[in-house]
């Protein structure tokens, strides 16, 4: 039986229109829906293959997804707008910047519909090991498969400057240590996206409390 620590954490709920999330933004994407841009036939063909939604509801969604984007992309500069309305006073921007990972699946600096739908469907109905593996890329600054000291720090630092309850209540150096630690099961110097899933499957202690954080930034308030 798998631990239920996503589970708990409402991350099994069907949640409506697939607002995995931060509700702001999903809010910001709805209005008019005036644009006429066809989705290209092999991303519906994708998307109901590798999800169960149906076309349809991907035709619904997407006209959705182009209020705020009519050219079918999210840039970083909006991305990074967007985030912001769900934390007032907060900085993001750093932030922003590792949540993005998850989405820019192809590296082009834009997320497209397709990318947009994945991660929103994997967080909804994903497994655990699914959706750690999405979350995984948060922690992966230079996308190399692998999580470093270096990189753990920065997370860690980036993550409480949005938790305004903990930010000076914590040692930051030493959750980062201590979260590594727990992950870096060979004790190689680095983690690889397996030690990162088995660490937080296990419900270790910091491993659980740094992914939880990021799995709030997608649940609805």
């Not at 708990?8 to 994407?29: A, D, E, G």
């Not at 519906?44 to 169960?52: A, D, N, Q």
Request: hydrophobic letters at 35%; glycine letters at 4%.
């Amino acid at each position: 039986m798998k631990p239920s620590f996503l589970t708990s954490h409402k991350l099994s709920k069907p949640m409506k229109n697939y607002k995995v999330i931060p509700t702001l933004i999903y809010r910001s994407l709805v209005g008019n829906r005036n644009s006429k841009l066809p989705l290209p036939e092999e991303d519906i063909e994708y998307l109901e293959k590798t999800t169960s939604v149906n076309k349809a509801q991907i035709d619904t969604q997407y006209q959705i997804f182009l209020t705020n984007h009519p050219d079918g992309q999210i840039s970083k500069k909006s991305f990074r707008s967007m985030l912001a309305d769900c934390f007032p006073g907060a900085d993001t921007s750093r932030l922003s910047k590792h949540i993005w990972r998850m989405y820019d699946t192809n590296l082009d600096g834009f997320i497209d519909f397709r990318e947009f739908m994945m991660v929103l469907y994997v967080m909804s109905y994903g497994s655990p090991e699914d959706n750690l593996k999405q979350i995984f890329r948060v922690f992966d600054i230079d996308n190399d498969g692998k999580i470093n000291p270096a990189e753990m720090n920065r997370i860690v630092k980036d993550l409480l400057k949005v938790d305004k309850g903990n930010e000076n209540n914590m040692n930051k150096e030493a959750l980062a240590r201590s979260a590594f630690n727990e992950m870096d099961e060979n004790e190689d110097g680095e983690i690889s996206q397996e030690e990162f899933t088995n660490a937080c499957l296990a419900q270790k202690k910091f491993s659980t409390m740094l992914t939880l954080k990021i799995i709030d930034i997608f649940l609805e308030k």
